[in-house]
């Protein structure tokens, strides 16, 4: 079957929002709104252990013996595997609103490229990553976006958000994640460090600048182009005997770019 879905704009598509990510508040808007982390997996933390436990306790399912597992160990893993699945309900459900809300007010969405699989190695702060569901809200706002006509633009992963000022513009060489407020030394600003960081990301959208990218459709991401180069797409010297036929990828991370190295680049074939 068919069906037409009315296209919904924006209800203001000049206007610009940064959303600045984190783990004790969801995310911080330009506009100063800041959305709380609901903590889902925290809160069902406590019955899952004790579901765990008892689990434990019981006979379960031993591959090496070929036994079976016993009727209680099947009911309580059918609660353990109930409570997961309304832990992730309710966190998919705030993103849903989350990112409605972001796609229906404003036409640009100024996001982070975040290394999420690098943080995962804190083993402090890992489940609480893993808890919010950054990628999840990544995905959402560029889907939303693109069905509402709306941009989305994608921070630079070293873009620093957080150490420049969002009133003169000067960089900090350090900043440590434990100030939590930005002192500009220059200007002698002081903001919120995560409110700071959502103004910058929304003035990036009207910069020209490099560090940020408008996240548009690429076509075919696994299309390969042959190009002639004296060089490689990392800067990398090339091998011995320059001019040999180099494959790059036309597509990466949902963003159409081509490699020009060194000015010239051949047809794709």
Do not use: Y
């Amino acid at each position: 079957m068919e069906v037409e879905k009315a296209v919904k704009t924006a209800h203001h598509p000049e206007s610009t929002i940064g959303v600045d990510l984190g783990v004790t508040s969801l995310a911080v808007l330009s506009t100063a709104d800041v959305i709380a982390n609901p903590k889902h997996l925290e809160r069902a933390l406590r019955t899952l252990r004790r579901l765990q436990r008892r689990a434990a306790r019981q006979c379960g399912p031993d591959k090496r013996a070929r036994e079976k597992p016993s009727n209680r160990w099947r009911k309580t893993h059918a609660r353990i595997v109930r409570l997961h699945a309304r832990v992730a309900a309710a966190r998919r459900d705030g993103l849903h609103k989350l990112t409605t809300g972001l796609v229906r007010e404003h036409g640009t969405v100024v996001i982070e490229d975040l290394n999420v699989a690098g943080m995962l190695a804190n083993r402090r702060l890992a489940r609480r990553i893993a808890g919010v569901g950054w990628a999840e809200l990544r995905r959402q706002i560029e889907c939303k976006s693109g069905w509402a006509g709306g941009r989305v633009v994608v921070a630079d992963r070293w873009f620093p958000s957080s150490k420049t000022c969002s009133d003169c513009g000067a960089v900090k060489a350090k900043l440590r994640l434990s100030e939590r407020v930005f002192s500009c030394d220059r200007c002698g600003f002081v903001l919120d460090r995560d409110l700071n960081a959502a103004r910058n990301l929304a003035a990036l959208a009207s910069a020209a600048s490099c560090v940020g990218t408008e996240n548009t459709p690429a076509g075919n991401p696994g299309k390969t182009r042959i190009m002639r180069a004296t060089g490689t797409v990392t800067g990398r010297p090339a091998p011995v005997g320059a001019g040999q036929l180099c494959r790059g990828n036309s597509g990466r991370s949902g963003h159409g770019f081509t490699h020009f190295l060194n000015g010239s680049m051949s047809e794709p074939v």
